[in-house]
Structure formats: structure tokens, C-alpha cells
């Protein structure tokens, strides 16, 4: 599966055999490409492509962990950068449960997330594919007024990972988009609305589907105004309820427990949600945005059931964060690049699909709110107490059927209620470019503020 | 100068886009490092101040809410429509300020919150310094306001 990037296992294994008595070495390795065009009216805005290759290395020594990165492989850089960890950990404070990952026995998936054709893809091919999707969104409506942003981007990235504890391991992966933001109407009637495409090879995107996202976005709230307060159902869309996803999949993260900042601490076995909720967290998924054969400290990853039929399973956890919580990693650490040491997160949160098609939840919550985008998630949710309050657009649902659009009012509830109050699980299972897939949800008695 | 006396005089250029219109730039041209673009951004952005009496503005006040700290926010650039998170702000009832709020929001529209502020106080500030996020890149910047009175505004939250 993964050849191609044997240079990089070599120099981590490498770095992970300098380890002195007393002390574990750990070193990542990336190195990644990436391009991105903008286009505005016809013409190229900006395009900027990327190479990058760097190194992160952990050095734990007695109960102290000290990490450096630098932007280069040179032999005497990645030596400076030993070097560099070796002093910083000299300066930790001694945390007794620090310490890297060790193998785990668990078999890393069989996933293929390289595509050949995407490095090859040639920049006037990518640029002509951001031209042609700007001129779908703008061919989509007459009611078109302006194409905010056409953009196309792709990313091509190899890492390894190899410590003094025994861990190798490599990987390789590639992803491309297409994303447009449209907007439709009059200057007294101004709406956007976005779209996207998302997938590993230049095959796999959809162009008809991200403009027409777009298109159908802005066009639906032409007219939209502000809605008079109320507590009603709410049916989101799936990008809504991947949004909704990664915010809780961030309180199921063992080191946010630990720290006494997670609604779901000392909750596990208990019931958290309706029954027709079942949240894993499954990297090994090939078709996940986030696959991955291992985690950012060279562990296989595997499919974590968080909730399952609403009763709260388990915590994600990194070596570290496991070992202070008196259990073992799920392969859930993550990295920003080289240059950041491993944290925890989930990569690939996704609710179980269920039975209901878009339409049949629309007919069965019946009188509602359809949201189709949120805005102020980062100050919007808190994440100790739950309580949940963002901008919202979208059409108010009556009779079964979307009726009329509306925007500026905010939805507010908390995680928990929101999650206790589930009444339909779409089957419209969607990847998206985030650590959550989404799917359509609807939610009784959220409180809705306008006028 | 943006706004002079409630009549917009001018936009944020950088140089790229000053020269495409046949202008001047505005030295706005910002990028978050030698990684990235430049692109038209806010620098030091603040309100001057007016000439009310803060606290006379809030005893003028019979129902509403005192926001002293706002937290993150976000804006649709193209329509106005805007959501920021209160960390600190408390109800005014009958021009005082009374019981503190919890975690709700504010939504509105830019173009319309300029046109319905309706009291503007002396009391001139510079807020935090923060960093602002446009198109995945971070910039820092500052802003600074008197007290300023909105006639409407919608606070989100769950209170029934």
C-alpha cells in the first residue's frame, strides 16, 4: 500500500535509535504538498502552492518530556533539533505520566488513501476546474448576483513515525477539494450560500454538485427574514450536524475529561442520548475525509464506539492522557503537522445512520426549523456546561414541507438536551472536510430567537 | 478614515487591489507570515468618542443589556449578518444594571446596528488587542470604542 515514502521511516527510526540510557526518543517526519487556486470573475485571484518537510521530536527523560521541531530533514538541523528537546526537557516540569506510545499489538486497517493521479494533476488543470466552477454557480440561477469565492485545493502529505519504545510506522495520503460560496439576490436582499466537493483523486469530485450546493443555499433564503421567537423542532442539514459532531466529539476527549472540562466526565455507562444514537469515531473507514492507518504517535488506529444506543462507552485518549486515566490508548492521538506534539481528537466522528430520508424527517417533524448554516460555533458552545447558542439561517418547515426562509436569530439549547431529544437519524450519511461526517438530524424543543 | 459622521467615505485597500481600481491604497495589504498571501484587512479599528455620560446613558435605559465583554464572533461578509458571544454582560432593567447573563449571544446585522446606535458616550477605551480570522489566516488587531448605545439588537439564549 504505502511505498513511496521509505526515506522518511528511515531518518525517523533513525532519530528513535540516538536515544541515550534512560530516555525515549520519538520522531515524526512529514512532508507534504499543497496547492490552492482562487479564482474571482474569469480570472485567477491567487494561487499558492506549498512544499513543506519537518521533523518533531519527543525526548522523555526520567519523568520530564521535552519537544523541538524544525522545518528541514538536514542531517545537522534534525541533529540541532534532538538537541533541542534534549534541553527542553530539562526545563519540564517532572509529570509522572508522560512517556511515549508503545506498540499495542493492534494491526494497523489495510487503507489505500494515496492517489497517484492527484500529484500529477497539472496546475493549469486545477486552475481551469476553478474557472469552470465558477462559471456553474454563476450559469446556476439567473437569481446569481456574484460568485463570492471558486476555489480549488489539494494537499498531498507522507509522515512517519518511529520511537526508542518500538513504534514504526508510515503513511501516506492525499485530498483534494472544489468549494463555492454564492451569492444571490439584490442589494436589499443580499443571501450566500455555499457548496462543496471533497476526495482523494481529481475523479472523485462532484462540480455540479458543489455549485449546485451553492447555488441552491443562497437562492432558498432569497427573501428570508428574521423569525419571531419560539421553541420548536429542528431539522439540520448534514454540514450542521457534522458542526454539532465535532463539538462533542471535542467533550469525549479523555484529556478534556481528565481536566474537568468535559459535561460527559464520570458519565460513562450511563444514558446520554436517545437510543437511535450510536457516535463512533472510525478512522479505519476509507471513505472518512480523516482515514488514517495510524495516529500521530504511530498506534493503528481503530474504530471507537463513543456512544453506542445512547449510553456513553468511552473517552479518546493518547498514550499520555490514557496512562494518567488508568487505561490504554484508542489510537486517538493528533498532531498539527510537525510542528506541534500529539494531542488528543477524534478523525473520523460519525452517527450511525439511520432509516429516514431528508424528505421523510421533514415530514415527520412536520411544523420546524430547516437550518442550513450556523455561525459562532467557537463562542457559541460551551464545552464544560453544555449550553449551546450560535446564528443560525435556514427555512421554517410547515405542513411536512420547507416554507419560508429565514435568517439573523440564534438557536439555542445545550449538548444534552439536544442529544436526548433526537426524534429522526437521516440516512444521508455525507462526507465532509472536517473530523465529522454529518447526516440529516432532528431535534425537538430548541429555543429560537428573533424578534 | 472609514466613516465620517455617519457618511461612509472610504474602503480598506491593499495595494494589489488599489491598483486594479485605478487608487491610492490604504496600507491594509496584511498576511499571517511569509506562508501566506497578502489580502485586504483591519488593523486598529475604532469608534471616536461622543459626548453622553455612560453612566446616564444606562439610567436612560428602562429595558436592556450592558455588555461588557464581548467574546468571538462571526460575520457574513457579504450581508452584514453578524453573531458574537457575550463573556460578560448583565440585563438593564429600569436604567440599572442588574443580574448577570449566561451564556448568550448577539446577532445582528452590521449595516443596520451602524444605523441604530442612538447614544454615543465620551468614555473613549481600547479594547484587548485579539487576532482576526479571514480565509484561514490570523492576523492581530486591535479595536477601541466609547460606550455605545444600539436601539435593538436579538440576544440569543435559552430563557423562557
Not at chain 1, 533513525?14 to 534512560?22: I, T
Not at chain 1, 428570508?224 to 423542532?233: D, T
Not at chain 2, 484587548?128 to 490570523?138: E, L, R, Y
Request: some cysteine; glycine content about 12%; hydrophobic content about 40%.
Amino acid at each position: 500500500m504505502s511505498g513511496g515514502n521509505s526515506d522518511l521511516l528511515e531518518l525517523a527510526t533513525r532519530v528513535a535509535g540516538w536515544a541515550q540510557d534512560g530516555e525515549q526518543v520519538e520522531a515524526y517526519v512529514a512532508r507534504g504538498r499543497e496547492t490552492e487556486v482562487r479564482v474571482y470573475e474569469g480570472e485567477v485571484e491567487s494561487l499558492s502552492s506549498a512544499e513543506s518537510a519537518g521533523i518533531g521530536i519527543r525526548v522523555v527523560s526520567g519523568s520530564r518530556q521535552g519537544f523541538a521541531y524544525a522545518g528541514s530533514l538536514d542531517a545537522d538541523v534534525v541533529h540541532e533539533t534532538l538537541d533541542e528537546a534534549r534541553d527542553n526537557a530539562g526545563f519540564a516540569s517532572p509529570d509522572e505520566w508522560v512517556g511515549l506510545a508503545g506498540p499495542d499489538g493492534v494491526a494497523p486497517a489495510d487503507l489505500d488513501l494515496w492517489r497517484d493521479d492527484l500529484a500529477a494533476y497539472p496546475t493549469d488543470v486545477k486552475v481551469a476546474r476553478a474557472l469552470e466552477l465558477e462559471r456553474a454557480v454563476r450559469a446556476g440561477d439567473s437569481r446569481i448576483r456574484a460568485v463570492e469565492s471558486a476555489e480549488w485545493g489539494d494537499a498531498a502529505v507522507e509522515s512517519a513515525v518511529a520511537s526508542s519504545t518500538g513504534i514504526r510506522a508510515s503513511s501516506r495520503r492525499t485530498v483534494c477539494y472544489l468549494s463555492a460560496s454564492a451569492v444571490a439576490g439584490s442589494a436589499a436582499d443580499t443571501q450566500t450560500g455555499s457548496g462543496y466537493s471533497v476526495g482523494r483523486s481529481p475523479d472523485d469530485l462532484d462540480l455540479d454538485k458543489a455549485a449546485g450546493d451553492a447555488v441552491r443555499r443562497a437562492t432558498r433564503l432569497l427573501g428570508a427574514v428574521k423569525p419571531h421567537s419560539a421553541h420548536l423542532s429542528v431539522v439540520f442539514e448534514p454540514e450542521i450536524t457534522a458542526t454539532l459532531l465535532a463539538v462533542i466529539g471535542g467533550t469525549l476527549d479523555g484529556e478534556a475529561v481528565l481536566k474537568g472540562r468535559s459535561l460527559f466526565a464520570d458519565r460513562v455507562g450511563e444514558e446520554v442520548s436517545v437510543g437511535a444514537i450510536t457516535l463512533v469515531d472510525d478512522p479505519t473507514d476509507p471513505e472518512a475525509y480523516g482515514a488514517a492507518r495510524f495516529d500521530a504517535e504511530g498506534l493503528a488506529t481503530r474504530r471507537n464506539v463513543l456512544i453506542e444506543a445512547g449510553v456513553l462507552r468511552e473517552f479518546l485518549y493518547n498514550s499520555y492522557s490514557a496512562r494518567r486515566a488508568g487505561t490504554v490508548s484508542t489510537a486517538s492521538a493528533v498532531r498539527a503537522g510537525f510542528k506541534s506534539a500529539p494531542g488528543t481528537g477524534a478523525r473520523a466522528l460519525t452517527v450511525v445512520p439511520g432509516q429516514h430520508s431528508p424528505e421523510e424527517i421533514l415530514a415527520l417533524v412536520g411544523d420546524g426549523l430547516f437550518v442550513q448554516s450556523v455561525s459562532g460555533v467557537h463562542s457559541g458552545v460551551n464545552p464544560v456546561s453544555g449550553d449551546f447558542s450560535v446564528g443560525a439561517e435556514g427555512v421554517l418547515i410547515r405542513g411536512g414541507e420547507l416554507a419560508g426562509p429565514v435568517r439573523e436569530f440564534t438557536i439555542a439549547s445545550t449538548i444534552q438536551r439536544m442529544l436526548s431529544g433526537v426524534v429522526a437519524v437521516g440516512s444521508d450519511l455525507e462526507r465532509l472536510p472536517s473530523s465529522a461526517a454529518g447526516l440529516t438530524l432532528a431535534i425537538a424543543d430548541v429555543s429560537m430567537s428573533g424578534e | 478614515m472609514l466613516i465620517e459622521n455617519g457618511v461612509l467615505t472610504e474602503y480598506m485597500w491593499d495595494w494589489l487591489r488599489a491598483r486594479q481600481e485605478g487608487r491610492l491604497g490604504t496600507g491594509n495589504g496584511r498576511r499571517e507570515s511569509y506562508q501566506h498571501l497578502p489580502m485586504v484587512r483591519m488593523t486598529n479599528t475604532y469608534v471616536l468618542a461622543g459626548t453622553s455620560d455612560p453612566d446616564e446613558i444606562v439610567r436612560q435605559t428602562p429595558h436592556g443589556v450592558y455588555v461588557a465583554q464581548l467574546g468571538g464572533g462571526q460575520v457574513n461578509t457579504a450581508t452584514g449578518d453578524f453573531v458574537f458571544g457575550m463573556t460578560e454582560a448583565y440585563l438593564i432593567e429600569d436604567g440599572h444594571i442588574t443580574e448577570p447573563l449566561r451564556d448568550a449571544n448577539l446577532i445582528g446585522n452590521g449595516p443596520d446596528v451602524l444605523r441604530n446606535i442612538d447614544a454615543v458616550a465620551a468614555d473613549f477605551a481600547m479594547g484587548m488587542p485579539g487576532t482576526c480570522g479571514k480565509q484561514g489566516q490570523g492576523v492581530p488587531v486591535g479595536d477601541g470604542q466609547p460606550t455605545l448605545r444600539v436601539s435593538a439588537l436579538t440576544v440569543g439564549g435559552t430563557a423562557r
